[in-house]
């Protein structure tokens, strides 16, 4: 018997009564699992086996994919289904993570990070691009890509001035370095928001001022690392 928190992902209907659940597993990666009967209504399953449901649960191994035993609801960000900005926003942000996530290999804080952004996007009303934004680019820096806003990648001078983003590079060239590299120009102030953004907690993003600029800098530097922009949900968000 295994014990572990679960963020239900995607659930696919299996047979009459049962789903299939990918989940994102805090000590696991990103895992599949049987939950059976949870189609029932009277299932003491039905809760903790739809998209968004965050529980702990019990579950055992068979062959390559869990059977889940039971499980206690934590959270399903109800709000989420009762705002469809904040829907899609949450939904952009499960298939985001159901991409990069790997099996066998997890890393608690990004499981963490995953649950406190959709806390936020399920209570938040007018903000949910500074918190994607800002969800994206910490990703970005935990999957080992983090963007250096500090110092010049060329000559390594403290940036004090406006430069030139390099995602490629993942940071910035210096005024006096500017033509040894292509990127996009970018002033001090929008580098400043970029780190702030970077540092800042999900519950004081909102007093950040962000430009239409910075979501498509942020955005591009993380699709650019993981390989893939062609989300559906941003299609329809």
């Not at 900005?85 to 995953?114: H, P």
């Amino acid at each position: 018997m295994i014990t572990d928190e679960i963020l239900v992902v995607k659930e696919v209907s299996y047979k009459e009564n049962d789903k299939i659940l990918h989940a994102l597993s805090r000590m696991r990666g990103k895992i599949q699992l049987i939950s059976k009967g949870s189609k029932k209504s009277n299932s003491h399953l039905i809760n903790v086996s739809q998209l968004f449901a965050y529980s702990k649960c019990s579950m055992t191994l068979s062959r390559d994919m869990y059977i889940l035993t039971s499980a206690d609801l934590i959270d399903n960000f109800f709000n989420l289904k009762n705002n469809i900005d904040a829907f899609f926003y949450g939904n952009y942000i499960l298939e985001l993570i159901s991409y990069v996530a790997q099996e066998n290999e997890y890393d608690s804080r990004i499981f963490d990070m995953t649950v406190a952004i959709l806390k936020h996007l399920s209570s938040s009303s007018n903000y949910y691009d500074k918190l994607t934004a800002a969800y994206e680019i910490k990703l970005a820096s935990m999957l080992g890509y983090k963007p250096d806003f500090l110092h010049c990648v060329s000559c390594g001078a403290e940036i004090n001035t406006d430069a030139r983003f390099s995602i490629a590079e993942g940071g910035l060239y210096c005024s006096g370095c500017v033509n040894y590299g292509s990127g996009i120009n970018v002033t001090l102030n929008e580098i400043i928001t970029m780190e702030r953004i970077l540092k800042t907690r999900f519950e004081d993003i909102g007093s950040i001022e962000v430009s239409p600029k910075i979501y498509k800098i942020i955005r591009d530097f993380l699709f650019y690392y993981i390989g893939k922009d062609n989300f559906t949900t941003l299609k329809l968000l």
